[in-house]
């Protein structure tokens, strides 16, 4: 495109850039002796390998993972890349909330997931303590925050302390209604007795503040005759709280989130048509189990994990700012590429050991 490529020639090696400040920076650094030889959470990773592979990824990213190491391997079809991260500190990152987990150990949630998902995660929440405190600290999470909130926010928590299962999983996916141009969000809680969770939701809410600086509770639409299946399960509005935003990254300013109990689940979205779409979805077995694309998908995952999340990077790349931090920025400032691919992450976690897995689907 017209651009001049900067170089930089040693005896040992030549360096590569569009921009040459950072040919600049490399040439410092290698006269000053000051590189990540001197870190000692990189030296342990970089390790002499014991298989070949295609290509070697050192990376990290901020807040989420310390340094992580990927071994890559092509065919015509996919980009695998299978990663190990050895290095653990006191901080409160996405990895080591993850650490503490146990791993989820019955295999993925097509047969929940509406077929017309496109972004989709699971993780294990057995420390719910690790996972909140990791949540609470992201700025999102405190857009709007108040003393009201976060009382609010500490009675949902012991609520889930008491009655949620060990694993949270939420999807975005496209409503029958074409009219709709925002994707429907659902959360998915397993619960130990859905009765008891129940009746436990009735009561808080029944004793809830009234909130006098409140706009008119939304109104809860339940009989849409597109989703007549949904009609029987009772919708619930929560006061406001940061719940769901913290667990699923999705801001909405009111901060209002709906509830339904479903198949021994809490479901939560941020309106009352997602969790009527969802129903109906999966009660007519309109689902992602068995699809082509999501079987291929989960072949080259482990059954057993900490964390897995698939996304269809075409129409993930479309979706408004609310939903953007689900997925790191890096794949937005690449979008040119990687809108050509579907996306599965999976985190596995053994004995303090990290090992992340990347697989892109080529979608062409």
Not at 136 to 154: G, M, N
Not at 269 to 290: K, M, N, R
Not at 306 to 329: A, C, G, H, K, W
Request: glycine share 6%.
């Amino acid at each position: 495109d017209g651009d001049f490529l900067a170089c930089y020639l040693t005896s040992g090696f030549m360096v590569l850039s569009f921009q040459k400040k950072l040919i600049e920076e490399v040439i410092d650094t290698y006269k000053k002796g000051d590189s990540l030889a001197d870190d000692p959470a990189f030296m342990q990773i970089n390790a002499p390998k014991k298989s070949r592979a295609v290509a070697t990824i050192y990376t990290r990213v901020n807040g989420m993972i310390g340094w992580a190491e990927f071994d890559m391997k092509f065919n015509e079809d996919a980009i695998y890349c299978s990663g190990i991260s050895h290095g653990s500190d006191s901080t409160q990152t996405f990895i080591n909330a993850l650490r503490v987990q146990q791993p989820v150990e019955d295999g993925f949630s097509g047969a929940l997931l509406p077929s017309s998902t496109f972004f989709y995660d699971r993780w294990a929440m057995s420390d719910r303590h690790s996972w909140f405190g990791f949540t609470a600290s992201q700025e999102y999470a405190k857009a709007t925050y108040s003393d009201y909130i976060k009382q609010r926010d500490e009675e949902w928590i012991a609520y889930l302390n008491e009655h949620a299962g060990e694993s949270v999983m939420s999807c975005l996916f496209q409503s029958k209604d074409t009219l709709d141009k925002l994707p429907c969000a659902v959360m998915c809680i397993p619960l130990k007795d859905e009765l008891a969770a129940e009746r436990r939701l009735q009561s808080l809410l029944y004793s809830t503040p009234k909130e006098e600086d409140a706009p008119l509770m939304p109104k809860v639409v339940s009989n849409n005759s597109l989703y007549p299946k949904a009609r029987k399960f009772p919708k619930y509005v929560l006061p406001r709280n940061t719940l769901l935003t913290q667990l699923t990254g999705i801001t909405e300013s009111a901060l209002y989130t709906f509830a339904c109990f479903y198949r021994g689940s809490l479901l939560l979205a941020p309106d009352a048509l997602s969790l009527s779409a969802y129903i109906e979805a999966v009660e007519s077995g309109d689902v992602l189990d068995g699809t082509p694309v999501y079987e291929e998908g989960i072949g080259s995952l482990s059954p057993i994990y900490n964390f897995v999340m698939m996304v269809d990077m075409e129409m993930m790349l479309s979706q408004p700012e609310t939903y953007v931090r689900l997925i790191p920025n890096f794949f937005f400032r690449q979008s040119n590429f990687f809108r050509h691919f579907m996306l599965a992450v999976q985190f596995t976690c053994t004995e303090g050991v990290v090992y992340p897995n990347i697989v892109l689907l080529y979608k062409g």
